[in-house]
């Protein structure tokens, strides 16, 4: 696992070997997180509860 920048995560959208993880999770508000992710995330990303991990 490597972490990237936006520009280069910018440039790379698409490519089939890049995957994007949303890993959103607030304190206290556990929930919060996969909310924000359906209303909007970088495309292809795909969310991974913490909460669950």
Known sequence: M???SASELSG???D?????ADCRWYLGLPDD?????RAGHIPTAA?????TV
């Open 16 to 20: 089939p070997d890049l995957v994007v």
């Open 47 to 51: 969310f991974v509860d913490l909460g």
């Open 12 to 14: 790379r959208i698409g």
């Open 2 to 4: 490597s972490l990237i």
């Open 33 to 37: 997180g996969q909310a924000a992710y």
